[in-house]
């Protein structure tokens, strides 16, 4: 376990979910994009019961509009309004709190009210304006490590969210740029990130992104989404983003690194496991 140790983090409440400080490892899952109102309802359903069935502080997260694709001529989503009130009905169905990521200053008010997490995209985390927008919404923000930044360059964009007064942060470490079309999962900046004070994500399946690598699309490869998820709660980290859908080849965004359902249990039962070893080590 890092030197840190798990006390030495701030709690960060997100609905009924705690992450960081001694809380128990949380479970940020759901799908990419939402492709329409009866699967994104049926995800979050499934989500729920594995949550239930399994005892995981489960965040639900979706995307309303996926503004940051390769082409122009790729599925982005319902858009704001429709997407908003798709994923305000996952919330009163099932409990759920729900992250989204934002992508412009604008959107922020509208997604604040549904949303109980703004997600600072990983290709906009150096935008000062929109930094400063989602910490003055008072939500819980998380900020997703530029795959063009150094682990220790998040100092910064916190700084900027801590400046509008809002200290419920999360950062998340999704890969790095590792030459063209590759990136790589850098577990040492889970340890560094963690130094600022803040809970740690562990992004397993955009970690295993080939960005662009289908040329009008990114590519990936899910297989080592469980290896890299198991290593960073290894290393210690305060929760694990996944995205899933029930049939990822026909994904309308992700296709390649999006996990089937299916898996997820077995997946958690394994790396629950390795959290409790570290926790008893550590003492947390």
Not at 65 to 79: I, Q, V
Not at 81 to 107: A, N, S, T
Not at 125 to 151: C, E, H, M, W
Not at 203 to 219: E, F, I
Request: proline letters at 4%; one cysteine or more; aromatic letters at 6%.
């Amino acid at each position: 376990m890092m030197e840190t140790g798990k006390s030495r983090v701030r709690a960060v409440r997100v609905g009924k979910v705690t992450v960081g400080g001694r809380a128990p490892m949380a479970l940020i899952a759901g799908v990419c994009v939402i492709e329409s109102r009866e699967m994104c309802l049926a995800v979050a359903r499934r989500l729920c019961a594995l949550a239930r069935r399994h005892d995981i502080p489960l965040i639900f997260k979706a995307s309303y509009d996926k503004a940051n694709r390769t082409s122009h001529r790729a599925f982005r989503g319902p858009g704001l309004e429709r997407g908003l009130q798709i994923l305000k009905e996952v919330k009163e169905r099932y409990g759920l709190p729900v992250l989204v990521d934002v992508h412009c200053v604008r959107e922020v008010a509208a997604a604040a009210e549904v949303a109980d997490v703004l997600q600072l995209p990983a290709f906009l985390s150096r935008q000062t304006d929109l930094a400063l927008a989602l910490g003055a919404s008072g939500r819980a923000v998380n900020i997703k490590k530029g795959q063009f930044l150094a682990p220790w360059d998040i100092e910064h964009i916190v700084a900027k969210i801590e400046s509008t007064g809002n200290r419920r942060v999360l950062i998340t470490e999704r890969g790095t740029c590792f030459g063209y079309n590759n990136l790589v999962a850098d577990m040492r900046s889970l340890v560094i990130m963690r130094q600022f004070g803040y809970p740690v994500v562990f992004d397993a399946t955009h970690s295993v992104q080939l960005p662009g690598a289908r040329g009008g699309a990114s590519g990936g490869d899910r297989r080592m989404a469980a290896y890299l998820a198991r290593a960073a709660v290894a290393v210690g980290c305060d929760a694990v983003f996944l995205e899933v859908h029930p049939e990822p080849e026909k994904a309308l965004s992700d296709a390649a690194t999006s996990l089937p359902l299916r898996v997820l249990g077995r997946m958690w039962t394994r790396l629950s496991a390795i959290d409790a070893l570290i926790r008893n080590k550590s003492g947390a």
